[in-house]
């Protein structure tokens, strides 16, 4: 990526999020910061997950998925699936978690908020597939402030591609 383009793409702020996945008796998270809100009624959530990544057939096998919400006390969770410990399949044995009321999806306890949903929809978009979930379930965690891009030493800019956070400017 050109890297004039990289440090303006930087600049995107967003939250810090783990999508996790149920498919069979396997169990899988992914770290996930390009996630948004994209329809007041009916409720629904956007999530743009690497079209090479483990979690993303699995979601579409699955067709459900759960967003849990990262906090600023749960940045164990971002540290954890960013590192090379995180990079195989039922990659949650590590950590603590319970399965969601509807879906049986797993919702991480460390998370501030977790939620349960079915694929209503996706598209391939370059090299990641959007999946866009409509809720069915939510579980509101410990009161926390949601961890943000601004967080981390590094922004995710697709890929392999990282790129780290000057943190006296770009």
């Known amino acids: ?7 303006a793409l930087a600049n995107l702020t967003s939250g810090i999020y783990v999508l996790t996945v149920a498919d069979g008796d396997h169990h899988h998270g992914m770290s996930s910061s390009w996630v948004a809100q994209v329809s007041g009624e009916p409720p629904l959530f956007s999530a743009a997950v690497d079209n090479r990544h483990f ?5 579409a096998r ?11 006390r749960g940045k164990a969770l971002e540290d954890y699936f960013y590192s090379a410990a995180a990079r195989r399949p039922d ?17 991480l306890r460390l998370a501030m908020v977790s939620i349960e949903a079915r694929v209503h929809s996706h598209m391939v978009a370059g090299d ?4 866009v979930g409509e809720p069915v379930g939510v579980r509101l965690g410990a009161p926390d402030r949601p961890l943000t891009s601004l967080d981390l030493d590094y922004v995710y800019l697709g890929g392999k591609e ?3 956070r000057d943190r006296t400017g770009w």
Do not use: C, K, Q
Request: no cysteine; aromatic share 8%; glycine share 4%.
């Open 1 to 7: 990526m050109d890297p004039t383009l990289a440090r």
């Open 55 to 59: 979690s993303n057939a699995m979601i």
């Open 62 to 72: 699955a067709g459900a998925f759960a967003l849990n919400i990262v906090g600023a």
């Open 91 to 107: 990659n949650l044995d590590r950590l603590a978690y319970e399965l969601s009321p509807t879906l049986r999806l797993p919702w």
């Open 128 to 131: 990641h597939t959007i999946f």
């Open 162 to 164: 990282v790129l780290p």
